[in-house]
């Protein structure tokens, strides 16, 4: 029914930048809450921010002021920003999208398939 597709993970330097994508396809009415979370190994997968569909944000403690989420609602795509990088930023990321769904208006959150940044001298 839906699909994402991140992209844009990678290896990058301590205090380097990259810039995570999200894109979604299929039988889309309306996307709600768009999100980005987090998992390092033997960690559980933790939020990292979340954007409202009105544009409102919210950030973990630890990545405020270094990472930005924003969204373009005509290409149902989610970004993250990541500034400042620091080795703990080292995880797999993956994008969630609350989409409702045609032809029955039905809600449902979708997860991207995940996209590793690692961040390592």
């Known amino acids: 029914q839906v699909q994402l597709v991140e992209s844009g993970g990678g290896l990058v330097q301590p205090g380097g930048s990259l810039r995570l994508s999200c894109a979604a396809s299929?039988?889309?009415?309306?996307?709600?809450?768009m999100g980005w979370y987090r998992q390092a190994p033997g960690n559980e997968r933790e939020l990292v921010a979340t954007i409202t569909r009105a544009g409102t944000t919210n950030y973990t403690d630890s990545v405020k002021g270094r990472f930005t989420i924003s969204r373009d609602n005509a290409k149902n795509t989610v970004y993250l920003q990541m500034h400042s990088l620091k080795p703990e930023d080292t995880a797999v990321y993956y994008c969630?999208?609350?989409?409702?769904?045609?032809?029955?208006?039905?809600?449902?959150?979708?997860w991207g398939q995940g996209t590793q940044v690692t961040v390592s001298a």
């Open positions: 969630k999208q609350g989409v409702t769904t045609t032809p029955f208006l039905q809600k449902n959150d979708y």
């Open positions: 299929g039988s889309i009415f309306k996307i709600n809450a």
